[in-house]
């Protein structure tokens, strides 16, 4: 185990040195056409011009050097293409380009594409790609999205600069502060006078590096990297395209190198501690030497534990059955609700619980050999040694009876006390089951109260009040309770009507026991609501109308009961009768007058017809005698009568238009004919189809009631032609039983059917007419789906 252990440590700690120890490959040369070959024979020196921005480039005046990232590139395309360079430095872009114009320098590495570059330069592919990362503090959880940043988060950034209006044009919603230079930026990060800032990577690692800026963290990457490229003079095109094969040719990993030396920013590696390699090599000794330590102590002390555990199994074993047991029993009687005592046959107590303890309110102990007198200061000795006795020989299981018991402050205790002959061993004891029934018995005062309270409230109320119940077993029914308002109702005593040979039922007029029956016997078949109105005939034999209201509810043992009353509706019944004949005689003056009306619209239809047709003949005939006698003498006298006829032959129509509309003659025909008719006439006014299904041999009406029918007949046509917006119409009229039907259908727009309709006159006089000949009326609609109206009326016999 020594030797694993040893041999494992020292190849992990190994294997990184050969990584380390690896050469590195060596770098690819350019692939060059000749013609570029020549050139670059031509030109061994290039003029290369910097723009010092750390990390990019750096001039360090002490050891008169140049560094940073885009030196570095140089110096491997150099390498590449094996040329000689020669460097100039700028302070900003301007001048760089300055020099360019003048032809002071060849070629610029890190220059970004623009358009207003190209005109100066040619650019290379990019090399590297510069991110503009969003940074924030330590206490930034995961990262960030710039479309879910409210405008009251500042986000600070350089300005002027594309990175700023990138931000301006895509997050217009940003709330931006701008800054010179990325510090700036970073430290009003750190004054919380912003919430994030917007930094390239290469000035966040060479700012990183400082203790200043070292807690700040990247949160997010805003999307817009900086592409930096090689430029070349435009006037050397064939410089562009060395370039590019140089750039080709210099491996990946070497440009990733060199982002991760220059711009990467820069956090401290745990293998970079000179102490780490150190610490971790003591601490797998220590570790070792643990184990081998813990190895040797768990095998002395197992051996020890074996030879006691095998001493003591045999003891546990022996206890445990019995132990278990016991625990099981005392807990189970000393966490009881119930309040238990062991008592002697002296009445003294052996044992209590300490539900009984709580219950007396003792002490925990403070009954142990107390006698059961001072807990019931009824039990004496005598009455003792009976229960004793009893529960001895009882066979019908424990004794039970309630009691009053003592507290020990001197308050009483109502409880159920249960007996029980216990033996156990040689001794023999009465276990004494005591249970708290303060609450119920509480709860049954309390429910004393409120049906004392009930009945105090039903016998003030102005009727007979009743229970009605129905046994779930037997299916008897009795009388629960009647309140003292039957004396004042009918004049008999609560007992005398709850008796079951008398009832409510002794109490009907005879002539109303049939319906009383009936709703009884319905109520009671399917367990439902109990209403009736009749008469009934009180103990001074005075009848009186009455109303019964009764609501079922079933009860948890399964028995039904119907809680009502029953009321005296005498006077509104009175009042109700009053309006009823009221109505009758409204009814049949409205129908004699009705009568009265169509006879007097007869009689003049009669006369319109017969007196002005026989004038209006005389006068045809007299203008025709003019017309032979004098039409040849005068041309224009001719003229003349001709117009006379005409308005003669208008005026005949005329009569004839109003002696129909007062009373049709076709009514003479019988009223299929008559409803044949009024069709024929709707379809000419409306042209709207009208079908007529007519039995043949309807048996004879009264001319009251064709009258009726057919005026109720005109009424529903004129609503269809108003109001419907109908395409067809169906009229049928049938034979049903003892019956006459007349039914209008149409497919209109129809309407609610039971919404009151205050001003619909036209209904209101139907009804009234179906009422006067002793019939009935329905009236079906819904929205969208047509309207059917339906009229019985009784045929005469």
Not at 238 to 245: D, H, P, R, T, V
Request: net charge negative.
């Amino acid at each position: 185990m020594k030797r694993f252990c040893c041999l494992w440590v020292i190849g992990w700690l190994w294997f990184p040195l050969m990584g380390w120890a690896a050469p590195a490959p060596p770098s690819n040369a350019a692939q060059l056409s000749p013609d570029q070959q020549r050139w670059l024979a031509q030109h061994s020196e290039l003029r290369v011009g910097l723009v010092l921005q750390a990390p990019y480039a750096t001039y360090d005046r002490r050891l008169q050097r140049l560094s940073g990232a885009n030196v570095e590139l140089m110096k491997l395309l150099a390498k590449t293409l094996g040329v000689e360079l020669s460097w100039r430095n700028f302070p900003d872009l301007a001048q760089l380009e300055s020099a360019l114009r003048e032809g002071e320098i060849d070629l610029a590495p890190g220059l970004s594409q623009t358009p207003s570059a190209l005109r100066l330069w040619q650019f290379s592919d990019p090399y590297m790609r510069v991110p503009q990362l969003v940074v924030s503090d330590q206490k930034a959880s995961g990262t960030v999205d710039l479309e879910k940043l409210d405008s009251q988060t500042r986000v600070a950034v350089r300005m002027p600069s594309t990175t700023a209006d990138y931000l301006r044009s895509n997050y217009p919603h940003l709330n931006l502060q701008g800054v010179p230079l990325e510090r700036q930026a970073l430290q009003l990060l750190l004054s919380q006078q912003a919430s994030y800032a917007v930094v390239d990577e290469a000035q966040l690692g060479r700012l990183s590096v400082e203790p200043e800026f070292a807690e700040l963290v990247v949160v997010g990457d805003i999307g817009l990297p900086q592409l930096l490229r090689v430029a070349s003079r435009r006037d050397w095109p064939e410089l562009a395209g060395i370039i590019q094969s140089a750039l080709r040719a210099i491996p990946a990993k070497d440009l990733e190198q060199l982002h991760n030396q220059w711009l990467q920013p820069k956090y401290p590696r745990l293998s970079e501690s000179p102490g780490f390699w150190q610490n971790l090599s003591l601490l797998f000794a220590v570790m070792l030497l643990s184990c081998v330590a813990i190895v040797f102590w768990q095998r002395r002390q197992q051996r020890s534990l074996e030879q006691r555990l095998l001493s003591a199994r045999e003891d546990i074993a022996l206890r445990a059955a019995s132990e278990e047991a016991l625990r099981l029993t005392q807990f189970s009687i000393d966490q009881s609700t119930v309040g238990i005592l062991w008592v002697n046959w002296d009445s003294h107590v052996r044992y209590a619980n300490r539900a009984a303890e709580n219950m007396l309110g003792y002490p925990s102990g403070g009954l142990i050999e107390r006698p059961l007198i001072d807990v019931e200061p009824g039990l004496h000795m005598d009455r003792w040694l009976n229960l004793w006795k009893r529960a001895r020989a009882s066979e019908e299981g424990p004794l039970s009876f309630e009691t009053s018991c003592l507290r020990a402050d001197g308050s009483v205790l109502p409880a159920d006390v249960s007996l029980s002959f216990l033996r156990f061993r040689d001794s023999e004891y009465l276990v004494v089951y005591l249970t708290d029934v303060t609450d119920r018995r509480r709860a049954l005062a309390a429910l004393q109260e409120s049906e004392a309270r009930l009945q105090g409230i039903a016998a003030n109320v102005p009727g007979l009040v009743f229970r009605l119940e129905r046994a779930p077993v037997t299916g008897q029914i009795d009388f629960a309770y009647i309140s003292e308002g039957s004396e004042s109702l009918v004049g008999y005593a609560p007992a005398a009507i709850a008796h079951r040979d008398m009832g409510l039922r002794s109490l009907v007029h005879p002539d109303d026991k049939a319906s009383y029956h009936r709703t009884q016997d319905q109520a009671l078949d399917t367990d439902s609501d109990w209403s009736w109105q009749g008469r009934i005939v009180t103990r001074q034999g005075e009848q009186r109308w009455a109303e019964i209201k009764a609501i079922t509810r079933q009860l948890e043992d399964g028995a039904y009961v119907w809680d009502g009353i029953v009321w005296d509706i005498s006077e509104s019944k009175r009042i109700e009768l009053e309006l009823a004949a009221s109505r009758e005689q409204l009814r049949e003056l409205s129908a004699h007058l009705e009568s009265v009306r169509e006879e007097e619209k007869a009689r003049i239809a009669r006369e319109v017809h017969d007196e002005l047709g026989q004038m209006l003949t005389v006068l045809k005939l007299e203008t025709s005698m003019c017309e032979l006698a004098y039409a040849q003498l005068d041309p224009g006298l001719n003229e003349r009568l001709n117009s006379m006829k005409r308005l003669i032959a208008q005026l005949f129509q005329l009569v004839r238009d109003v002696a129909t509309a007062l009373r049709p003659p076709i009514l003479d025909a019988g009223i299929a004919s008559a409803i044949e008719w009024q069709a024929r006439r709707f379809e000419a006014r409306t042209q709207i189809p009208c079908l007529v299904r007519v039995p043949d041999n309807l048996p004879a009406l009264s001319d009251a009631k064709a009258v009726g029918l057919f005026r109720i007949l005109q009424e529903a046509l004129t609503n269809v032609m108003r109001h419907a917006q109908a395409h067809t119409v169906e009229l049928t009229l049938a034979l049903e039983d003892d019956e006459l039907c007349l039914t209008v259908s149409d497919d209109g727009t129809g309407f609610v059917a039971t919404a009151e309709r205050p001003t619909s006159f036209g209904l209101v006089g139907m009804r009234e007419r179906v009422l006067i000949m002793g019939g009935r009326l329905v009236l079906e609609s819904e929205p969208g789906e047509g309207t059917s109206l339906k009229v019985w009326v009784p045929v005469d016999r």
